[in-house]
């Protein structure tokens, strides 16, 4: 069977060594924090990140922001 492809997408994943997302400041840029790497995971990792960079923002220490550290 012969068809014309009318439409395509490509999608690029990053990962780390861990599989982990980065999520944390980013060194040498105030007020800017890197929110990336989720691969499939984005759901749960989002919500993650809301709470490590809005714990940051407000001045507050996250207990799991060292696991996600750029």
């Known amino acids: 069977m012969d068809f014309e492809?009318?439409?395509a997408w490509a999608?690029?994943?990053?990962?780390?060594?861990?599989?982990l997302p980065q999520i944390g400041p980013v060194k040498g840029?105030?007020?800017?924090?890197a929110v990336m790497?989720?691969?499939g995971?984005?759901?749960?990792?989002?919500?993650?990140a809301s709470e490590v960079v809005g714990r940051a923002v407000r001045?507050?220490?996250?207990p799991d922001?060292?696991?996600?550290r750029p």
């Open 5 to 7: 492809v009318d439409y």
């Open 29 to 33: 840029m105030e007020h800017v924090h």
């Open 65 to 68: 922001a060292d696991l996600y």
């Open 11 to 19: 999608g690029a994943f990053g990962e780390s060594q861990t599989g």
């Open 41 to 48: 995971n984005g759901i749960t990792y989002s919500v993650i």
């Open 59 to 62: 001045g507050e220490t996250d």
């Open 37 to 39: 790497g989720f691969g």
